[in-house]
């Protein structure tokens, strides 16, 4: 089991910055992506970006140039940095790590953590 806490979300202004933390713990052995995703409000759950256990990172089209996928293996620490904010990046942001153990994938997720974008 992997346990995930999101932090660092808030309301910030068009233009602005925030950056979220994603902590991790329990069995982290396996564990060969993670990842951010976002929810916002009638919206389904869409990807914005991934680090791998090789520290290859990608983004959605939408957050590139924007955003910064990073990771501090000695704190378990994935984070995510983002720069100028739009409204339409105003959602929930989820936490994801993907851990794959004899073959087989577990998806964990945190709880989440609201980010509004907002004058």
Same mark, same amino acid.
């Given at each position: 089991?992997?346990?995930?806490?999101?932090?660092? $979300?808030?309301?910030?202004q068009?233009? /602005?910055?925030? &950056?979220?933390?994603? @902590?991790?713990?329990? *069995?982290?052995? #396996?564990?060969?992506?993670? $990842?951010?995703?976002r929810?916002?409000? /009638?919206?389904? &759950?869409?990807?914005? @970006?991934?680090i791998? *256990?090789?520290? #290859?990172?990608?983004?959605?089209?939408?957050?590139?140039?924007?955003?910064?996928?990073? &990771?501090?293996?000695?704190?378990?620490?994935?984070?995510?940095?983002?720069?100028?904010?739009?409204?339409?990046?105003?959602?929930?942001?989820?936490?994801?790590?993907?851990?794959?153990?004899?073959?087989?994938?577990?998806?964990?997720?945190?709880?989440?953590?609201?980010?509004?974008?907002?004058?």
């Amino acid at each position: 089991q992997v346990q995930l806490v999101e932090s660092g $979300g808030g309301l910030v202004q068009p233009g /602005g910055s925030l &950056r979220l933390s994603c @902590a991790a713990s329990g *069995s982290m052995f #396996s564990i060969v992506a993670m $990842g951010w995703y976002r929810q916002a409000p /009638g919206k389904q &759950r869409e990807w914005v @970006a991934i680090i791998t *256990s090789g520290g #290859s990172t990608n983004y959605a089209d939408s957050v590139k140039g924007r955003f910064a996928i990073s &990771r501090d293996n000695a704190q378990n620490t994935v984070y995510l940095q983002m720069n100028s904010l739009k409204p339409e990046d105003t959602a929930v942001y989820y936490c994801n790590a993907d851990q794959l153990i004899f073959g087989r994938s577990y998806d964990y997720w945190g709880q989440g953590t609201q980010v509004t974008v907002s004058a």
